[in-house]
Protein backbone atom coordinates (compact mmCIF):
# COMPACT_ATOMS: atom_id res chain seq x y z
CA UNK A 1 0.00 0.00 0.00
CA UNK A 2 2.63 2.59 0.25
CA UNK A 3 4.31 1.93 -2.71
CA UNK A 4 3.68 3.93 -5.98
CA UNK A 5 3.37 8.01 -5.38
CA UNK A 6 0.93 10.84 -6.32
CA UNK A 7 1.32 13.89 -7.69
CA UNK A 8 0.72 17.29 -5.86
CA UNK A 9 -0.14 20.62 -7.91
CA UNK A 10 2.12 23.76 -6.57
CA UNK A 11 -1.63 25.88 -6.83
CA UNK A 12 -2.60 23.28 -3.70
CA UNK A 13 -1.19 26.10 -1.87
CA UNK A 14 -3.86 28.16 -3.10
CA UNK A 15 -6.86 26.02 -1.69
CA UNK A 16 -8.85 26.08 1.36
CA UNK A 17 -7.40 22.71 2.59
CA UNK A 18 -3.66 24.17 2.43
CA UNK A 19 -4.72 26.89 5.33
CA UNK A 20 -5.58 23.99 7.89
CA UNK A 21 -2.87 22.20 8.51
CA UNK A 22 -4.68 19.27 10.15
CA UNK A 23 -7.05 19.13 7.14
CA UNK A 24 -3.91 19.13 4.54
CA UNK A 25 -2.78 16.29 6.42
CA UNK A 26 -6.30 14.40 6.12
CA UNK A 27 -6.43 15.00 2.46
CA UNK A 28 -3.41 13.86 2.30
CA UNK A 29 -3.95 10.43 3.82
CA UNK A 30 -6.98 10.00 1.41
CA UNK A 31 -4.88 10.35 -1.54
CA UNK A 32 -2.55 7.84 -0.07
CA UNK A 33 -4.55 5.41 0.86
CA UNK A 34 -6.87 5.33 -2.12
CA UNK A 35 -6.40 2.18 -4.61
CA UNK A 36 -4.67 2.66 -8.40
CA UNK A 37 -6.32 -0.34 -9.74
CA UNK A 38 -9.89 -1.92 -9.64
CA UNK A 39 -9.74 -5.07 -7.27
CA UNK A 40 -12.08 -6.37 -4.89
CA UNK A 41 -12.15 -6.86 -1.17
CA UNK A 42 -14.04 -8.42 1.35
CA UNK A 43 -15.74 -6.17 4.26
CA UNK A 44 -18.14 -8.08 7.00
CA UNK A 45 -18.26 -10.70 4.94
CA UNK A 46 -19.52 -8.97 1.48
CA UNK A 47 -17.25 -8.65 -1.70
CA UNK A 48 -16.60 -4.93 -2.39
CA UNK A 49 -15.27 -3.88 -5.87
CA UNK A 50 -12.85 -0.90 -5.36
CA UNK A 51 -12.01 1.52 -8.32
CA UNK A 52 -8.89 3.28 -8.64
CA UNK A 53 -9.80 6.59 -6.33
CA UNK A 54 -11.69 4.68 -3.72
CA UNK A 55 -10.73 3.21 -0.21
CA UNK A 56 -12.56 1.66 2.72
CA UNK A 57 -12.89 3.28 5.80
CA UNK A 58 -15.04 4.14 8.94
CA UNK A 59 -15.17 6.55 11.96
CA UNK A 60 -12.86 4.59 14.46
CA UNK A 61 -10.73 2.60 11.72
CA UNK A 62 -9.95 6.61 10.17
CA UNK A 63 -9.11 7.79 13.67
CA UNK A 64 -6.62 5.41 14.56
CA UNK A 65 -4.64 5.76 11.02
CA UNK A 66 -4.85 9.22 11.22
CA UNK A 67 -4.37 9.59 14.94
CA UNK A 68 -0.96 6.77 14.25
CA UNK A 69 2.66 8.61 15.24
CA UNK A 70 1.06 11.76 16.70
CA UNK A 71 1.36 13.16 20.08
CA UNK A 72 -1.55 12.32 22.21
CA UNK A 73 -2.55 16.50 22.77
CA UNK A 74 -2.50 16.26 18.92
CA UNK A 75 -4.92 13.55 18.16
CA UNK A 76 -8.52 14.28 17.12
CA UNK A 77 -11.48 12.26 17.85
CA UNK A 78 -13.13 10.39 15.58
CA UNK A 79 -16.42 12.49 15.05
CA UNK A 80 -14.32 15.35 14.17
CA UNK A 81 -12.16 13.67 12.05
CA UNK A 82 -15.49 12.51 10.03
CA UNK A 83 -16.96 16.09 10.19
CA UNK A 84 -13.58 16.90 8.29
CA UNK A 85 -13.86 14.36 5.66
CA UNK A 86 -17.32 15.71 5.16
CA UNK A 87 -16.03 19.21 4.89
CA UNK A 88 -13.45 17.86 2.48
CA UNK A 89 -16.26 16.69 0.19
CA UNK A 90 -18.24 20.00 0.87
CA UNK A 91 -14.73 21.35 -0.90
CA UNK A 92 -15.43 19.01 -3.67
CA UNK A 93 -12.53 16.79 -2.84
CA UNK A 94 -13.64 13.85 -2.14
CA UNK A 95 -17.51 11.83 -2.19
CA UNK A 96 -18.70 9.60 0.39
CA UNK A 97 -21.07 6.70 0.17
CA UNK A 98 -21.80 5.00 3.76
CA UNK A 99 -23.42 2.10 4.21
CA UNK A 100 -24.19 -0.25 7.35
CA UNK A 101 -20.63 -0.42 8.97
CA UNK A 102 -18.21 0.98 6.31
CA UNK A 103 -17.87 3.97 3.73
CA UNK A 104 -16.31 4.36 0.60
CA UNK A 105 -14.82 7.19 -0.12
CA UNK A 106 -13.88 8.11 -4.09
CA UNK A 107 -11.37 10.86 -4.56
CA UNK A 108 -12.45 13.67 -7.35
CA UNK A 109 -10.51 13.92 -10.56
CA UNK A 110 -8.35 10.73 -9.22
CA UNK A 111 -6.32 10.49 -12.78
CA UNK A 112 -5.09 14.08 -11.91
CA UNK A 113 -2.83 12.82 -9.13
CA UNK A 114 -1.79 9.75 -11.13
CA UNK A 115 -1.37 10.51 -14.74
CA UNK A 116 1.53 11.85 -16.64
CA UNK A 117 1.19 15.28 -18.45
CA UNK A 118 2.30 13.39 -21.32
CA UNK A 119 0.32 10.01 -21.36
CA UNK A 120 -1.24 8.98 -24.13
CA UNK A 121 -4.56 8.73 -22.33
CA UNK A 122 -4.86 12.45 -21.23
CA UNK A 123 -4.73 13.32 -25.02
CA UNK A 124 -7.81 11.40 -25.86
CA UNK A 125 -11.39 13.28 -25.93
CA UNK A 126 -12.15 11.17 -22.47
CA UNK A 127 -9.71 12.82 -20.21
CA UNK A 128 -8.65 16.11 -19.27
CA UNK A 129 -6.55 18.35 -21.52
CA UNK A 130 -3.04 19.51 -19.92
CA UNK A 131 -3.99 22.64 -20.17
CA UNK A 132 -6.71 22.20 -17.15
CA UNK A 133 -3.26 21.66 -14.93
CA UNK A 134 -1.82 24.97 -15.21
CA UNK A 135 -1.86 27.55 -13.17
CA UNK A 136 -4.96 29.24 -12.22
CA UNK A 137 -6.02 32.13 -14.72
CA UNK A 138 -8.75 34.71 -15.34
CA UNK A 139 -11.09 33.41 -17.57
CA UNK A 140 -13.66 36.18 -17.39
CA UNK A 141 -12.08 37.91 -20.32
CA UNK A 142 -14.67 36.07 -22.72
CA UNK A 143 -17.68 37.97 -24.06
CA UNK A 144 -21.09 37.07 -24.60
CA UNK A 145 -20.62 35.20 -27.76
CA UNK A 146 -17.71 33.36 -26.65
CA UNK A 147 -19.44 31.80 -23.68
CA UNK A 148 -22.57 31.13 -26.15
CA UNK A 149 -20.28 29.03 -28.39
CA UNK A 150 -17.80 27.40 -25.75
CA UNK A 151 -14.55 28.89 -27.21
CA UNK A 152 -11.94 31.72 -26.39
CA UNK A 153 -10.75 34.24 -28.71
CA UNK A 154 -8.12 31.93 -29.92
CA UNK A 155 -10.71 29.49 -31.49
CA UNK A 156 -9.62 26.89 -28.85
CA UNK A 157 -11.56 25.06 -26.56
CA UNK A 158 -12.95 27.31 -23.15
CA UNK A 159 -10.87 25.50 -20.12
CA UNK A 160 -12.68 25.30 -16.46
CA UNK A 161 -11.54 25.34 -13.67
CA UNK A 162 -11.81 21.80 -11.96
CA UNK A 163 -13.22 23.85 -8.60
CA UNK A 164 -15.42 25.68 -10.59
CA UNK A 165 -19.24 24.90 -10.25
CA UNK A 166 -19.83 24.61 -13.84
CA UNK A 167 -16.68 21.55 -14.33
CA UNK A 168 -18.25 20.29 -10.81
CA UNK A 169 -21.55 19.76 -11.48
CA UNK A 170 -20.39 18.15 -15.25
CA UNK A 171 -18.17 15.52 -12.71
CA UNK A 172 -21.51 14.97 -10.48
CA UNK A 173 -23.37 14.14 -13.32
CA UNK A 174 -20.68 11.16 -14.41
CA UNK A 175 -20.03 10.37 -11.05
CA UNK A 176 -24.54 9.38 -10.85
CA UNK A 177 -23.60 7.58 -14.66
CA UNK A 178 -20.82 5.71 -13.11
CA UNK A 179 -22.53 4.65 -9.74
CA UNK A 180 -25.09 2.12 -11.89
CA UNK A 181 -22.85 1.78 -14.74
CA UNK A 182 -19.38 1.65 -13.54
CA UNK A 183 -17.71 0.85 -16.93
CA UNK A 184 -19.58 3.98 -18.63
CA UNK A 185 -16.88 5.46 -21.12
CA UNK A 186 -15.34 8.60 -19.13
CA UNK A 187 -16.50 11.84 -21.21
CA UNK A 188 -14.61 15.09 -22.16
CA UNK A 189 -15.57 17.07 -18.75
CA UNK A 190 -14.29 20.30 -20.43
CA UNK A 191 -17.44 19.83 -23.07
CA UNK A 192 -19.63 19.11 -20.37
CA UNK A 193 -18.86 22.12 -18.32
CA UNK A 194 -19.66 24.33 -21.57
CA UNK A 195 -23.24 23.13 -21.83
CA UNK A 196 -23.45 23.50 -17.47
CA UNK A 197 -22.07 27.03 -18.25
CA UNK A 198 -25.27 27.90 -20.68
CA UNK A 199 -27.45 26.25 -18.58
CA UNK A 200 -26.73 28.85 -15.57
CA UNK A 201 -25.92 31.60 -17.67
CA UNK A 202 -28.43 31.42 -20.38
CA UNK A 203 -31.21 29.32 -19.08
CA UNK A 204 -31.12 30.87 -15.77
CA UNK A 205 -30.65 27.51 -13.75
CA UNK A 206 -29.95 27.33 -10.23
CA UNK A 207 -26.60 25.39 -9.11
CA UNK A 208 -29.15 23.42 -6.54
CA UNK A 209 -32.41 22.96 -9.28
CA UNK A 210 -29.30 21.33 -11.54
CA UNK A 211 -28.61 19.30 -8.30
CA UNK A 212 -31.78 17.89 -7.53
CA UNK A 213 -32.40 17.07 -11.26
CA UNK A 214 -28.64 15.06 -11.84
CA UNK A 215 -29.37 13.15 -8.92
CA UNK A 216 -33.00 12.24 -9.59
CA UNK A 217 -32.82 11.79 -13.15
CA UNK A 218 -29.74 8.75 -12.41
CA UNK A 219 -32.03 7.07 -9.88
CA UNK A 220 -35.35 7.23 -12.21
CA UNK A 221 -34.99 3.73 -14.50
CA UNK A 222 -36.04 5.52 -17.45
CA UNK A 223 -34.07 8.74 -17.87
CA UNK A 224 -30.95 7.21 -15.81
CA UNK A 225 -30.53 5.44 -19.51
CA UNK A 226 -31.37 8.40 -21.59
CA UNK A 227 -29.41 11.00 -19.46
CA UNK A 228 -25.61 10.21 -20.26
CA UNK A 229 -24.31 13.51 -21.27
CA UNK A 230 -24.73 17.18 -20.21
CA UNK A 231 -25.69 18.35 -23.68
CA UNK A 232 -28.99 15.92 -22.97
CA UNK A 233 -29.68 17.18 -19.64
CA UNK A 234 -29.84 20.59 -20.72
CA UNK A 235 -32.18 19.55 -23.47
CA UNK A 236 -34.75 17.57 -21.29
CA UNK A 237 -34.23 19.78 -18.36
CA UNK A 238 -37.66 20.88 -18.38
CA UNK A 239 -39.56 17.63 -18.88
CA UNK A 240 -36.92 16.44 -15.88
CA UNK A 241 -38.79 19.51 -13.47
CA UNK A 242 -41.90 18.77 -14.50
CA UNK A 243 -41.49 14.54 -14.10
CA UNK A 244 -39.87 15.03 -11.05
CA UNK A 245 -42.20 17.50 -9.15
CA UNK A 246 -44.69 15.37 -10.41
CA UNK A 247 -43.28 12.56 -8.71
CA UNK A 248 -43.07 14.20 -5.75
CA UNK A 249 -46.75 15.38 -5.44
CA UNK A 250 -48.00 11.52 -5.56
CA UNK A 251 -45.49 10.61 -2.77
CA UNK A 252 -46.92 13.50 -0.89
CA UNK A 253 -50.26 12.46 -1.54
CA UNK A 254 -49.84 8.69 -0.61
CA UNK A 255 -48.44 9.50 2.69
CA UNK A 256 -52.01 11.09 3.36
CA UNK A 257 -53.69 8.29 5.31
CA UNK A 258 -57.13 8.36 6.17
CA UNK A 259 -58.84 8.41 9.26
CA UNK A 260 -60.95 4.77 9.39
CA UNK A 261 -63.50 3.86 12.15
CA UNK A 262 -61.54 1.69 14.30
CA UNK A 263 -59.15 4.50 14.96
CA UNK A 264 -62.01 6.67 16.55
CA UNK A 265 -61.44 6.89 20.15
CA UNK A 266 -63.29 4.41 22.42
CA UNK A 267 -66.13 7.04 23.15
CA UNK A 268 -65.82 9.10 20.08
CA UNK A 269 -69.32 8.89 17.98
CA UNK A 270 -71.28 7.06 20.52
CA UNK A 271 -75.14 7.52 20.25
CA UNK A 272 -77.69 6.97 22.79
CA UNK A 273 -77.67 3.34 22.34
CA UNK A 274 -74.32 2.92 22.85
CA UNK A 275 -73.77 2.30 18.85
CA UNK A 276 -71.38 3.77 17.07
CA UNK A 277 -72.28 6.27 13.99
CA UNK A 278 -70.41 6.30 10.38
CA UNK A 279 -72.45 7.78 7.54
CA UNK A 280 -75.15 5.10 6.99
CA UNK A 281 -73.84 1.91 9.35
CA UNK A 282 -73.45 1.40 12.85
CA UNK A 283 -70.75 -0.52 14.65
CA UNK A 284 -72.00 -2.24 17.56
CA UNK A 285 -70.19 -2.09 20.85
Known amino acids: MLQGYVKIYRKTMNS ?10 LWMYCLMKATHTKHKTLVEKQEIT ?16 YNKG ?19 KKFGNVDIKSYNKFSIVTIIHWND ?26 KNGNNAEND ?12 FDQASIFYQLAYRLYQRIIEHNPNHKKP ?3 NWAIHIKRMIELDNRGEEEIKYVIDWCQ ?24 QSNTEKSKAAKNKEIPKYPNEVGANEGLNESGTKEFGHVRLFK
Open 148 to 159: KNGKKKDGQKQA
Open 188 to 190: NLE
Open 70 to 88: LAPRKQVRDTTLWNWLKKL
Open 16 to 25: SVWQDPELFR
Open 113 to 138: YQESLTTKSQQNDNNLPANIQQSDTN
Open 219 to 242: KNTFWQGHILSTAKLREKFDHLVI
Open 50 to 65: LYPGQFITGRFKLQFE
